[in-house]
């Protein structure tokens, strides 16, 4: 089976794969009709389904709100409730697509699941593992590289998954896409996280019906500067729209739900040298039986940092940086490298 999102990546993935595979396309539906959606919208549902029948090939439309609810909306509102910042994409990933929607397949009788995703995916024999990778393009790192929202992946899903465009740029996958005619061959790429397309977090979890209540802005001493609007509108890093004057710059630099309080800083107090994650995942071994130096990205844009990684028990790591990182937060994901080798990743606590 392949993902099919209505976007271009997939769509030409599909022409890609029907070369060496009989294929059968699935597309997941996630909200009411009632509901906004950047890329799970009717539109999108209905352009997987015309691109699935332009190339001759059977398609489902599979019904998953429920579990998306459960483990990527609620998710994401507990998260900034808890003071926290999600990662919805990466929680999709691991609980939707390659979760419910692989076993879909699995159930449809199929041998393989691929995606549009810019990765790759290789069996190591000294290892006796299978390898998620950087996406390359003439054996360079894919700028596009999307293998920090796949940490998630189990070697039971890696050798079923198939990523068909993990040697190729944008260009070349609409280049495809337009040979062949594809409605979808010009569309442009979702920017945003696709259940908050207009980018109003705050008024997403609004509309979600959750609850919270204005409270202080703190220093790092516990002294009260000014009242905030809810502690789901701020960010870790945060700078612009706090509605406090200072007469130099001040940030978010924590936030505290259990006293309802978002502390206000200089920039220096944004940097740390070492930080904890839970519910890691290890891809390029089973466990760590002693400290690892390598490299880690913070966030999905962010450049990558030479780190040391120990092994702290009940799936947690502690990440020692090289360099002290700037505002690293809580419910992101910690992803480590070893060159283009994906070594495993956690969310940061």
């Given at each position: 089976m392949l993902a099919m999102s209505g976007g271009v990546d997939s769509s030409a993935a599909l022409v890609l794969l029907k070369e060496h595979f009989d294929v059968i396309g699935g597309t997941m539906s996630l909200f009411d009709k009632d509901e906004s959606c950047g890329k799970c919208s009717a539109k999108d549902v209905e352009d997987a389904k015309n691109v699935a029948a332009k190339l001759g090939i059977e398609h489902h439309v599979i019904g998953l709100k429920e579990q998306f609810r459960e483990h990527v909306t609620d998710d994401f509102v507990q998260t900034y409730l808890d003071g926290g910042t999600p990662n919805p994409c990466v929680q999709?990933?691991?609980?939707?697509?390659?979760?419910?929607?692989?076993?879909?397949?699995?159930?449809?009788?199929?041998?393989?699941?691929?995606?549009?995703?810019?990765?790759?995916?290789?069996?190591?024999?000294?290892?006796?593992?299978?390898?998620?990778?950087?996406?390359?393009?003439?054996?360079?790192?894919?700028?596009?590289?999307?293998?920090?929202?796949?940490?998630?992946?189990?070697?039971?899903?890696?050798?079923?998954?198939?990523?068909?465009?993990?040697?190729?740029?944008?260009?070349?996958?609409?280049?495809?896409?337009?040979?062949?005619?594809?409605?979808?061959?010009?569309?442009?790429?979702?920017?945003?996280?696709?259940?908050?397309?207009?980018?109003?977090?705050?008024?997403?979890?609004?509309?979600?019906?959750?609850?919270?209540?204005?409270?202080?802005?703190?220093?790092?001493?516990?002294?009260?500067?000014?009242?905030?609007?809810?502690?789901?509108?701020?960010?870790?890093?945060q700078r612009k729209g706090l509605g406090l004057s200072f007469g130099k710059p001040m940030f978010v630099v924590a936030k505290n739900a259990e006293n309802n309080t978002v502390t206000l800083g200089e920039q220096e107090l944004l940097f740390t040298s070492k930080i904890t994650a839970r519910d890691v995942n290890l891809i390029a071994t089973d466990k760590l039986t002693s400290p690892l130096h390598c490299t880690a990205k913070t966030r999905y844009t962010g450049a990558e940092i030479p780190c040391e990684i120990s092994d702290l028990g009940n799936g947690r790591v502690q990440v020692i940086f090289d360099k002290p990182q700037r505002a690293a937060a809580r419910g992101q994901s910690v992803v480590f490298y070893d060159r283009d080798i994906v070594i495993g990743g956690g969310i940061i606590e």
């Open positions: 999709c990933n691991k609980h939707i697509k390659f979760g419910a929607l692989l076993d879909e397949a699995i159930k449809l009788g199929c041998e393989y699941f691929a995606t549009g995703h810019y990765a790759r995916v290789e069996y190591d024999e000294s290892r006796g593992r299978y390898l998620l990778k950087k996406a390359t393009v003439d054996d360079k790192i894919n700028p596009k590289d999307q293998s920090y929202v796949l940490y998630n992946l189990t070697q039971e899903q890696l050798k079923r998954v198939v990523f068909p465009l993990g040697t190729m740029n944008k260009e070349q996958v609409r280049e495809i896409a337009l040979q062949n005619c594809l409605v979808n061959a010009d569309k442009p790429d979702s920017q945003d996280i696709c259940f908050v397309p207009d980018g109003d977090y705050a008024g997403f979890i609004d509309r979600y019906g959750a609850e919270y209540a204005r409270g202080s802005f703190v220093d790092i001493n516990g002294n009260t500067l000014g009242e905030h609007k809810g502690i789901i509108h701020y960010t870790i890093g």
